[in-house]
């Protein structure tokens, strides 16, 4: 029973998902942080208000706070094009240039050789020396 516990625990995808939401509720705070400093005042702006709660109407005895519906769909909007236009629209530009560099057969700088690419390329100048051995021609 403490073995299979371990076990899940241990498995990378849930060490992946802790950290997950570590870095979601971190960038949680940024992405609010470009809402309220940036979105909400242009907001204010457009709608002349500090806030759209006070935007109601009566039906009877019952009032509708439509403003208050207003406001989190732009928010939410807001939220949106923050997390697209600041974050996944650069890291796909990102993501791009890497796999062009890449087919283009050129490394990215930023990613380290594995021992598995340094192996290869040790194969590869083992082969050509052996061949070139062959027919007695010498490299330096």
Do not use: C, W
């Amino acid at each position: 029973m403490i073995k299979g516990f371990k076990e899940f625990i241990m498995r990378g995808n849930v060490i992946d998902l802790a950290v997950a939401v570590v870095i979601g509720a971190a960038f949680t705070s940024v992405v609010n942080a470009i809402v309220a400093g940036l979105i909400n005042p242009l907001i204010s702006l457009l709608f002349k208000a500090d806030t759209l709660d006070d935007l109601t109407f009566k039906l009877g005895p019952a009032t509708f706070a439509y403003g208050s519906i207003i406001g989190a769909i732009i928010s939410f909007l807001a939220v949106a094009a923050v997390v697209y236009f600041v974050f996944v629209m650069p890291m796909n530009h990102f993501k791009e240039r890497a796999e062009a560099k890449r087919k283009a057969g050129r490394p990215d700088p930023e990613e380290p050789e594995t021992e598995l690419t340094v192996l290869a390329q040790i194969r590869d100048l083992l082969a050509e020396r052996s061949t070139d051995a062959g027919t007695g021609a010498h490299r330096e």
